[in-house]
């Protein structure tokens, strides 16, 4: 029987994608695994051994624990969770796969927005990768959106909308492509659509989409 573990890193992804599968994919036997030290301990000290040594068994975890597909949404871990791969046999996927794939179909010009610095550069990397992958030339340029995330930590969803918009609304102006890359910011995807002439991707839908064609429709 199909088993999926969704390992999280803040807690509201849980909640938000607990009800993304419930409407999708109700039927999957689906469990999900947290732990916030993770991105906490990244966002005061960077990427090191111990953080990546934390991933890779927490992704053991979920594997000795019978799924047989993992995804993590954060995307701060993706270098950890590159190792994860090599070490464990269970397949694992980024919830910005799917839009880093499809960021590089849609345009050579790819802006990335970002919130934290420690998604900055998993980001452009994992972007990088995927027109590697499928052999497009891409130029890739990212951008940490200041103090969007100490808003948001604290509370002021607003400011944080507000910075995250016009930063949005200026890379805009010099890519084809505007990814939000940290699902955080996912909620102001269609209003940026509406706005901006470019394609605009989030991770969330895309990732569920991505789930739906590899375990069917509900």
Do not use: W
């Not at 419930?22 to 111990?50: A, I, N, V, Y």
């Not at 934390?54 to 975890?61: G, N, P």
């Not at 802006?111 to 900055?120: D, F, P």
């Not at 805009?172 to 940026?192: E, P």
């Amino acid at each position: 029987m199909n088993r999926l573990a969704v390992l999280h890193t803040v807690h509201f992804l849980a909640d938000r994608f607990k009800t993304m599968l419930r409407e999708r994919l109700p039927k999957l036997d689906t469990f999900h695994m947290l732990d916030e030290s993770l991105l906490q301990d990244l966002l005061r000290h960077g990427s090191s051994p111990s953080i990546t040594r934390r991933v890779v068994t927490f992704a053991t975890l979920a594997a000795d624990a019978g799924a047989d597909l993992i995804l993590f949404t954060c995307s701060s871990t993706s270098p950890a969770v590159d190792v994860a791969r090599r070490v464990i046999a269970t397949p694992i996927l980024k919830i910005d796969d799917p839009m880093a794939e499809r960021a590089v179909v849609l345009g050579r010009r790819i802006g990335i927005l970002c919130t934290t610095s420690s998604t900055q550069g998993p980001s452009a990397v994992l972007v990088r990768e995927h027109a590697t992958q499928l052999e497009r030339e891409v130029a890739i340029e990212p951008h940490l959106v200041a103090g969007a995330f100490q808003a948001l930590s604290s509370g002021d969803r607003e400011e944080h909308d507000r910075l995250v918009r016009e930063a949005a609304v200026e890379l805009g102006r010099r890519n084809d492509v505007v990814v939000l890359a940290q699902a955080s910011m996912a909620h102001l995807a269609d209003g940026l659509q509406a706005m901006l002439p470019v394609h605009v991707l989030s991770s969330p839908p895309l990732c569920i989409e991505a789930l739906v064609q590899r375990y069917g429709e509900a």
